[in-house]
């Protein structure tokens, strides 16, 4: 189920939290998403997907907290996918090396299939 | 409907309004002046600072006809202070005189009125019906006032009769010719100052000596501050042979073009001295087809005629006294040769024999007169144009050694017959070298082909193409320099004695900043120096002058500089490895014309792009980056970017948008954009005022690194930074004086 608390949208598909970015995803935006996923890793979330397909822009500092995220997801042993990326912002996450620390999904249901690929080639 | 020169009536214009040569510039401005001041306003002044010579009579005349025959709200009033009258009452009472008349004159739209001689009862008579009240009151009140005793307020009630006119009634706009406030120092009635305090009332315009003018009127209790102010220089070179050329058309004398360009180097282009002698060819009936014609006219006119009637006034002035003067002339002529250009105070009380207070009114008045300068203490008698030298030395022969006309007039003609050559040689010479620090001082900043500056370079890869192609390519490379901000050129030779050897244009010493900041460490010293020859310039020639540039710079303690050899034909192959040992730089006659051309055309370019360029102003926050990235995104539609371009440029507007919102405490809270749209590119500048962090440049560029830095804020910045530079083709901090600015460029073939 949908949850708006935060304006930000998300839902739990098992044990993965699937959290929307907004249009513009900047400061504002990129610490709510930030604040939704601490909340859905502390709810006992294994993995993120978050969702890029209403994103048309983002900027640096935006950037810079979703590396906040990875960071936040590693240290719980939790995965990350970000799936929907335009083409332009999948351009400036490479510029700035986020695709060395996340994989990129054509869509949710891609992120889905990488995420349960992942954790059973980690045996879980 | 506005006429055209030819058309205008001549009422006060000494020459034809298409004759009035090489002060355009200054006479819209006194017209435009005269039709946005307003009444009242304190500042409705505008003060005319002088240079000594540089004339200035005739513009106003102009400015005055152009207004009578504009016949709008504004009535001009000409005056010029008598000659032949010095006490401040006559003065005063002139001047009433002719403010009626010349009112009445616009007025009635008489011009001959203008300059008639009446007196106040046939002024009162001549008054338009619709004047006739105010101007028969003014009239009467002067007939009581001028048999009181209080001389004072006799002059004050005349020089304040702008006053007198109805609030309704146009408004006068008094043009006050070049005042000699010294003429007045003996009154009793403080002239100067009643002067400027009647003046300050209503829009007007005082023309004097700059040494002297602002004085007075910060004396007389004006903000001068609050006056606009046209600073008037001898004419530039080009004007002075127009004027010497249309001066002698109107008064009738043949003139060579050899003759025109030697009289407006040696009268040095000054306009007063220009219609003094070519007046006097005309009275002699000669004609002046030689420097010979031309040199015996100037030494007559020196020992004799104009010039020397207006030298000896002047020398009247700064010493009344006979003795006085010639002492003084003794002590000027005697410190004209090279080598004794100052003396003390001291030493000129001694030499003088006068009392320290009389010395000081002598000093002052020369050193209004810019024939000496002097601080207080030390004299500089190295000054004045070469006529008055000219002058001081023959009357010194005369007056004071009393050797025999003669034999003084066949020296002084005979000087001036060999210095001729010399003065046009000197002129031709300055006209056809390469203007180093007219070039330096339009560096400001800005990016040039680095090939320009490195003479190896551009014959590999730019000689022999046609001269469209090399421009063209030049605009392009992407090996540039950026230019510091020059902020102070000077002559080699005023810094070394060692440069005395060579031509005086030759080396230039420019003080710039490079880099962002008005720092230390971005302060740098360039020393150039353009090398005479017909070939390549060899080995021994350029360690020369890379020695002796870097001996000057270790002399004068320049700290960080840099050396920039010019030669015609550029550099032999050795001499290019000895200038990569020096840091120098090097660039042939035709880098140079290429460095000339591209500095001038931005600046034309950056003048004249006001069609094609867009400015806004946004708040700080609220996400207002994104009306800026909209912004950008419609004006790169229009120039046909492709739409992987539009997103790269919005991107960067947005990083640009958040650096400047961030890096500086800015006081207003706004982002300035410019979008200046050009041939092939799109220039988006956008900056703020405020503070500049400490090392914003260093941060600017640092590289954005691993996820795992402890400064989250500062690997924020370097990720914007590093954002644009990869988004953008060209990215820059430009210099300001607060805040940031930063200039992206975007191509649209990228």
Same mark, same amino acid.
Not at chain 2, 137 to 163: G, H, I, M, P, T
Not at chain 2, 422 to 430: G, N, P
Not at chain 2, 675 to 700: M, Q, Y
């Given at each position: ?20 970015a ?41 950037i ?61 | ?81 008598? $000659?032949n #009258?010095?006490?401040?009452?006559? +003065?005063?009472?002139? &001047?009433?005189? /002719?403010? %009626?008349?010349?009112? @009445? ?23 338009p ?18 048999f009181s ?42 002239? $100067?100052? #009643?002067?400027?305090?009647?003046? +300050?009332?209503?829009? &007007?315009?005082? /023309?004097? %000596?700059?040494?002297? @003018? ?5 004396q ?81 006119e ?38 004794q ?17 009389h ?39 005369l ?10 007039v ?32 339009k ?129 032999s ?9 020096h ?47 909209a ?107 607060e ?9 649209v073939?990228?």
């Amino acid at each position: 189920m949908a949850d708006f608390k935060s304006n930000v949208r998300s839902h739990i598909v098992g044990t993965t939290a699937i959290v929307y970015a907004s249009d513009y995803l900047n400061k504002l935006t990129g610490e709510r998403i930030e604040r939704e996923c601490k909340k859905q890793l502390d709810s006992g979330a294994r993995a993120l997907v978050i969702d890029f397909s209403d994103t048309e822009l983002v900027n640096s500092i935006g950037i810079s907290i979703l590396l906040g995220i990875i960071d936040i997801a590693e240290k719980s042993g939790a995965l990350v996918v970000f799936s929907d990326v335009n083409n332009e912002t999948a351009q400036l996450f490479e510029m700035l090396g986020l695709t060395r620390h996340v994989v990129l999904a054509k869509d949710e249901e891609e992120a889905l299939t990488t995420l349960s690929a992942s954790t059973k080639a980690m045996g879980h | 409907m506005s006429s055209s020169p030819e058309q205008l009536r001549r009422i006060l214009g000494r020459v034809k309004r298409a004759e009035f040569v090489g002060r355009t510039a200054e006479l819209e401005r006194l017209v435009s002046h005269a039709s946005h001041a307003e009444a009242g306003r304190e500042a409705a002044g505008l003060l005319i600072l002088l240079a000594p010579l540089a004339g200035v009579s005739e513009l106003l005349r102009q400015s005055y006809d152009e207004l009578f025959n504009a016949q709008g709200d504004v009535v001009p009033i000409y005056f010029s202070l008598p $000659a032949n #009258e010095t006490t401040a009452v006559s +003065a005063a009472i002139e &001047f009433l005189n /002719a403010f %009626l008349a010349q009112y @009445i004159a616009f007025r009635r739209n008489e011009p001959s009125i203008a300059q008639a001689s009446l007196t106040m009862n046939d002024l009162v008579q001549l008054a338009p019906v619709v004047d006739l009240d105010w101007i028969e009151e003014l009239v009467n009140a002067y007939n009581k006032q001028r048999f009181s005793e209080d001389e004072r307020e006799l002059v004050r009630f005349c020089l304040n009769a702008a006053r007198r006119v109805p609030a309704a009634n146009p408004r006068p706009y008094v043009l006050f010719d070049a005042v000699k406030f010294a003429n007045y120092d003996t009154e009793r009635v403080p002239f $100067a100052n #009643e002067l400027i305090k009647a003046l +300050a009332g209503s829009p &007007f315009v005082l /023309a004097g %000596l700059r040494r002297e @003018i602002v004085r007075e009127v910060e004396q007389a209790g004006v903000d001068s501050g609050k006056l606009e102010k046209v600073r008037l220089e001898p004419l530039a070179e080009a004007d002075a042979r127009k004027l010497v050329a249309s001066v002698a058309r109107r008064e009738g004398v043949a003139i060579s073009d050899e003759c025109r360009d030697l009289i407006a180097q040696q009268l040095e282009a000054s306009p007063f001295l220009i219609n003094a002698l070519l007046q006097a060819a005309r009275e002699k009936h000669l004609a002046l087809n030689s420097y010979f014609d031309c040199e015996r006219l100037y030494v007559d006119e020196l020992l004799g005629g104009r010039l020397h009637h207006y030298f000896t006034s002047l020398l009247e002035q700064v010493a009344p006294d006979a003795v006085d003067r010639r002492a003084l002339i003794r002590l000027l002529s005697e410190s004209l040769p090279a080598g004794q250009r100052t003396s003390s105070f001291v030493a000129w009380a001694k030499r003088l024999n006068l009392e320290p207070a009389h010395v000081e009114e002598i000093l002052r008045r020369l050193h209004i007169q810019e024939i000496v300068n002097w601080d207080g203490e030390s004299v500089d008698t190295q000054r004045g144009s070469h006529a008055w030298r000219d002058f001081v030395r023959s009357r010194f022969r005369l007056d004071a050694l009393r050797e025999p006309r003669a034999l003084v007039v066949a020296d002084l003609m005979s000087a001036a017959l060999k210095r001729a050559p010399q003065t046009i040689a000197r002129h031709y010479r300055r006209i056809a070298s390469l203007p180093l620090r007219d070039v330096l001082q339009k560096f400001n900043h800005q990016r040039v082909a680095g090939a320009l500056f490195d003479h190896a370079v551009f014959a590999a890869d730019y000689k022999g193409a046609p001269a469209e192609e090399v421009a063209a390519r030049l605009e392009i490379d992407p090996q540039t320099v950026k230019l510091p901000q020059v902020f102070h050129t000077a002559h080699g030779v005023a810094f070394s004695a060692e440069l005395k050897q060579f031509d005086e244009e030759s080396c230039v010493v420019a003080h710039a900043f490079d880099g962002t900041g008005y720092t230390s460490e971005n302060e740098i010293v360039w020393l150039a120096a353009k090398i005479d020859s017909k070939l390549e310039a060899g080995v021994d020639v350029v360690e020369a002058w890379c020695n002796r540039l870097e001996n000057l710079a270790k002399r004068s303690g320049f700290l960080r500089v840099q050396l920039w050899l010019i030669a015609n034909e550029g550099f032999s192959a050795g001499a290019t490895e000895k200038l990569r040992e020096h840091n120098a730089y090097a660039s042939s006659r035709a880098q140079f014309e290429l460095l000339t051309a591209q500095l001038s055309d931005s600046v034309i370019k950056s003048s004249a792009a006001t069609d094609s360029e867009f400015v806004f102003i946004l708040p700080m926050g609220a996400d207002n980056e994104l009306l800026a990235a909209a912004t950008a995104e419609q004006i790169a539609r229009r120039l046909n970017f492709r739409p992987e371009a539009i997103n790269q440029i919005k991107t960067a507007t947005v990083e640009a948008c958040i650096n400047a919102s961030e890096h500086s405490l800015s006081p207003d809270r706004k982002i300035y954009q410019r979008f200046r749209v050009e041939d092939d590119k799109l220039v988006i500048t956008i900056s703020s005022r405020g503070i500049l962090p400490e090392n914003f440049e260093a941060k600017a560029g640092a590289s954005a690194g691993a996820k795992k830095t402890a400064d989250v804020l500062d690997q924020r910045r370097g990720w914007g930074l590093k954002l644009i530079k990869t988004l953008m083709d060209e990215v820059e901090f430009e210099r300001v004086d607060e805040g940031t600015s930063l200039r992206m460029v975007k191509y649209v073939r990228s």
